[in-house]
Protein backbone atom coordinates (compact mmCIF):
# COMPACT_ATOMS: atom_id res chain seq x y z
CA UNK A 1 0.00 0.00 0.00
CA UNK A 2 1.87 3.58 -0.91
CA UNK A 3 -1.06 5.88 0.69
CA UNK A 4 -2.74 6.50 -3.06
CA UNK A 5 -6.19 5.04 -3.72
CA UNK A 6 -8.16 4.92 -6.56
CA UNK A 7 -11.41 3.90 -7.31
CA UNK A 8 -12.86 2.04 -9.46
CA UNK A 9 -10.02 -0.27 -10.38
CA UNK A 10 -11.87 -1.49 -13.22
CA UNK A 11 -14.59 0.52 -15.37
CA UNK A 12 -16.20 -0.27 -18.60
CA UNK A 13 -17.70 2.86 -20.79
CA UNK A 14 -19.09 3.49 -23.63
CA UNK A 15 -18.60 6.64 -26.44
CA UNK A 16 -21.22 8.70 -24.96
CA UNK A 17 -20.83 7.83 -21.14
CA UNK A 18 -19.99 10.60 -18.65
CA UNK A 19 -18.20 9.20 -15.93
CA UNK A 20 -15.06 10.24 -13.24
CA UNK A 21 -11.74 8.78 -11.72
CA UNK A 22 -11.35 9.36 -8.04
CA UNK A 23 -7.68 9.67 -6.49
CA UNK A 24 -7.39 9.95 -2.72
CA UNK A 25 -3.89 10.43 -0.74
CA UNK A 26 -3.51 9.58 2.94
CA UNK A 27 0.02 10.93 2.82
CA UNK A 28 -0.29 14.79 3.41
CA UNK A 29 0.92 15.44 0.22
CA UNK A 30 0.58 18.64 -1.75
CA UNK A 31 0.84 17.76 -5.54
CA UNK A 32 -1.28 15.21 -7.60
CA UNK A 33 -1.18 14.13 -10.97
CA UNK A 34 -2.27 12.10 -13.60
CA UNK A 35 -0.85 9.88 -15.81
CA UNK A 36 -1.89 7.76 -18.35
CA UNK A 37 -0.24 4.08 -19.45
CA UNK A 38 -1.21 2.76 -22.49
CA UNK A 39 -0.27 -0.57 -24.04
CA UNK A 40 3.28 -0.35 -25.29
CA UNK A 41 3.42 3.01 -24.74
CA UNK A 42 5.86 4.97 -22.69
CA UNK A 43 3.66 6.55 -19.28
CA UNK A 44 2.67 9.63 -20.42
CA UNK A 45 2.13 12.70 -17.11
CA UNK A 46 -1.61 14.60 -17.77
CA UNK A 47 -1.87 17.31 -15.22
CA UNK A 48 -0.34 18.05 -12.36
CA UNK A 49 -1.59 20.10 -9.24
CA UNK A 50 0.17 21.44 -6.52
CA UNK A 51 -1.90 23.09 -3.72
CA UNK A 52 -5.23 22.26 -5.52
CA UNK A 53 -4.22 24.48 -8.69
CA UNK A 54 -3.25 23.05 -11.93
CA UNK A 55 0.00 23.68 -12.92
CA UNK A 56 0.10 21.31 -15.93
CA UNK A 57 -1.94 20.35 -19.03
CA UNK A 58 0.25 18.63 -21.17
CA UNK A 59 -1.62 18.77 -24.44
CA UNK A 60 -4.95 16.65 -22.51
CA UNK A 61 -7.91 16.69 -25.20
CA UNK A 62 -10.54 18.35 -23.10
CA UNK A 63 -12.81 15.28 -22.71
CA UNK A 64 -10.52 14.47 -19.76
CA UNK A 65 -11.39 17.05 -17.07
CA UNK A 66 -9.59 17.07 -14.11
CA UNK A 67 -10.84 18.46 -11.01
CA UNK A 68 -8.61 19.29 -7.61
CA UNK A 69 -11.26 20.35 -4.90
CA UNK A 70 -8.46 19.64 -2.32
CA UNK A 71 -5.05 18.39 -1.83
CA UNK A 72 -6.28 14.88 -1.10
CA UNK A 73 -8.26 14.75 -3.60
CA UNK A 74 -8.37 14.15 -7.12
CA UNK A 75 -10.75 13.36 -9.97
CA UNK A 76 -10.62 13.13 -13.90
CA UNK A 77 -13.75 13.65 -15.17
CA UNK A 78 -14.48 11.40 -18.70
CA UNK A 79 -16.77 12.43 -21.57
CA UNK A 80 -17.58 11.39 -24.65
CA UNK A 81 -14.18 9.35 -24.82
CA UNK A 82 -13.09 7.36 -27.80
CA UNK A 83 -11.41 3.96 -27.84
CA UNK A 84 -7.98 4.91 -27.88
CA UNK A 85 -8.28 6.14 -24.79
CA UNK A 86 -8.48 2.90 -23.19
CA UNK A 87 -5.44 3.19 -20.59
CA UNK A 88 -4.71 2.49 -17.60
CA UNK A 89 -4.74 5.78 -15.53
CA UNK A 90 -2.73 5.96 -12.53
CA UNK A 91 -2.71 8.87 -9.87
CA UNK A 92 0.63 9.66 -8.26
CA UNK A 93 1.59 12.00 -5.24
CA UNK A 94 4.02 13.88 -4.10
CA UNK A 95 5.41 15.97 -0.98
CA UNK A 96 5.81 18.64 -3.07
CA UNK A 97 6.02 19.01 -7.07
CA UNK A 98 9.64 18.36 -6.98
CA UNK A 99 9.77 15.05 -4.32
CA UNK A 100 9.64 11.42 -5.01
CA UNK A 101 6.12 10.65 -6.59
CA UNK A 102 3.79 7.46 -4.98
CA UNK A 103 1.75 5.97 -7.20
CA UNK A 104 -1.99 4.56 -7.18
CA UNK A 105 -2.98 1.16 -7.87
CA UNK A 106 -4.71 2.55 -11.48
CA UNK A 107 -8.23 2.37 -13.18
CA UNK A 108 -8.28 0.17 -15.80
CA UNK A 109 -10.40 2.00 -18.16
CA UNK A 110 -11.98 0.20 -21.46
CA UNK A 111 -13.85 2.50 -23.62
CA UNK A 112 -16.49 0.42 -26.05
CA UNK B 1 7.39 13.17 -25.57
CA UNK B 2 9.60 10.22 -24.25
CA UNK B 3 12.52 10.50 -23.08
CA UNK B 4 14.14 7.13 -20.94
CA UNK B 5 14.30 4.32 -23.10
CA UNK B 6 14.66 1.04 -21.71
CA UNK B 7 17.21 -1.65 -22.60
CA UNK B 8 16.16 -4.84 -23.11
CA UNK B 9 12.56 -4.59 -23.64
CA UNK B 10 12.38 -8.30 -21.91
CA UNK B 11 14.50 -10.12 -19.69
CA UNK B 12 14.08 -13.56 -18.51
CA UNK B 13 16.45 -15.02 -15.78
CA UNK B 14 16.76 -17.69 -13.20
CA UNK B 15 16.09 -17.32 -9.46
CA UNK B 16 19.70 -16.01 -7.80
CA UNK B 17 21.31 -14.50 -10.96
CA UNK B 18 21.56 -10.69 -11.26
CA UNK B 19 19.64 -8.79 -13.54
CA UNK B 20 20.63 -5.43 -15.32
CA UNK B 21 18.64 -2.85 -17.16
CA UNK B 22 19.81 -0.25 -19.13
CA UNK B 23 18.03 3.54 -19.34
CA UNK B 24 19.09 5.83 -22.08
CA UNK B 25 17.92 9.62 -22.55
CA UNK B 26 18.60 12.41 -24.85
CA UNK B 27 18.67 15.72 -23.22
CA UNK B 28 20.61 16.72 -19.88
CA UNK B 29 18.40 15.65 -16.68
CA UNK B 30 18.35 17.18 -12.87
CA UNK B 31 17.46 13.46 -11.98
CA UNK B 32 16.32 10.15 -12.94
CA UNK B 33 14.35 7.92 -11.24
CA UNK B 34 13.35 3.95 -11.53
CA UNK B 35 10.23 2.52 -10.75
CA UNK B 36 8.85 -1.20 -10.95
CA UNK B 37 5.18 -1.92 -11.71
CA UNK B 38 3.91 -5.60 -10.46
CA UNK B 39 0.88 -6.84 -12.81
CA UNK B 40 -2.28 -5.02 -11.41
CA UNK B 41 -0.43 -2.37 -9.45
CA UNK B 42 0.87 1.00 -9.52
CA UNK B 43 4.22 1.74 -9.78
CA UNK B 44 6.46 1.78 -6.86
CA UNK B 45 9.38 3.90 -6.39
CA UNK B 46 12.76 2.32 -5.77
CA UNK B 47 15.51 4.70 -6.44
CA UNK B 48 16.10 8.37 -7.25
CA UNK B 49 19.70 9.36 -8.77
CA UNK B 50 20.91 13.28 -9.18
CA UNK B 51 23.20 14.27 -12.34
CA UNK B 52 25.30 14.86 -9.88
CA UNK B 53 25.79 11.42 -8.03
CA UNK B 54 27.30 8.66 -9.65
CA UNK B 55 25.95 5.34 -7.86
CA UNK B 56 23.48 4.49 -5.04
CA UNK B 57 22.07 1.36 -3.40
CA UNK B 58 19.41 0.20 -2.12
CA UNK B 59 18.91 -3.48 -0.47
CA UNK B 60 19.70 -5.36 -3.55
CA UNK B 61 19.53 -2.57 -5.78
CA UNK B 62 22.65 -0.53 -7.55
CA UNK B 63 21.71 2.52 -9.48
CA UNK B 64 24.75 3.87 -11.95
CA UNK B 65 24.48 6.90 -13.61
CA UNK B 66 26.55 7.85 -16.62
CA UNK B 67 25.83 11.83 -17.65
CA UNK B 68 28.72 11.96 -20.61
CA UNK B 69 26.72 8.94 -22.05
CA UNK B 70 22.89 9.90 -20.75
CA UNK B 71 22.62 6.37 -19.80
CA UNK B 72 21.71 4.79 -16.23
CA UNK B 73 21.81 0.94 -15.33
CA UNK B 74 19.48 -0.85 -12.56
CA UNK B 75 21.20 -4.37 -11.27
CA UNK B 76 19.47 -6.07 -9.11
CA UNK B 77 21.34 -9.13 -7.20
CA UNK B 78 20.79 -12.10 -6.17
CA UNK B 79 16.77 -12.24 -7.87
CA UNK B 80 13.79 -13.74 -6.65
CA UNK B 81 11.23 -14.24 -8.17
CA UNK B 82 9.08 -11.60 -6.51
CA UNK B 83 11.26 -8.96 -8.77
CA UNK B 84 9.11 -9.98 -11.38
CA UNK B 85 7.98 -6.82 -12.51
CA UNK B 86 7.95 -4.26 -15.07
CA UNK B 87 10.99 -1.25 -14.48
CA UNK B 88 10.64 1.62 -15.71
CA UNK B 89 13.54 4.76 -15.59
CA UNK B 90 11.95 8.57 -15.52
CA UNK B 91 14.03 11.46 -16.54
CA UNK B 92 13.23 15.33 -14.73
CA UNK B 93 14.88 18.35 -16.42
CA UNK B 94 14.05 20.54 -14.03
CA UNK B 95 15.15 20.68 -10.53
CA UNK B 96 12.05 22.77 -9.39
CA UNK B 97 9.24 20.60 -10.11
CA UNK B 98 8.08 17.29 -11.67
CA UNK B 99 6.10 18.47 -14.48
CA UNK B 100 8.56 17.16 -16.93
CA UNK B 101 8.98 14.18 -15.97
CA UNK B 102 8.92 11.44 -18.74
CA UNK B 103 9.12 7.30 -18.50
CA UNK B 104 10.70 5.53 -20.68
CA UNK B 105 8.41 2.13 -22.07
CA UNK B 106 10.00 -0.36 -19.60
CA UNK B 107 11.89 -3.86 -19.34
CA UNK B 108 9.65 -6.57 -18.53
CA UNK B 109 11.73 -8.86 -16.26
CA UNK B 110 10.75 -12.12 -15.13
CA UNK B 111 12.77 -14.32 -12.74
CA UNK B 112 11.88 -17.93 -12.74
CA UNK B 113 11.93 -19.80 -9.22
Known amino acids: ETGVTQTPRHLVMGMTNKKSLKCEQHLGHNAMYWYKQSAKKPLELMFVYNFKEQTENNSVPSRFSPECPNSSHLFLHLHTLQPEDSALYLCASSQEVTGKEYFGPGTRLTVL | ?113
Open chain 2, 1 to 113: SQQGEEDPQALSIQEGENATMNCSYKTSINNLQWYRQNSGRGLVHLILIRSNEREKHSGRLRVTLDTSKKSSSLLITASRAADTASYFCATAGSADNNNDMRFGAGTRLTVKP
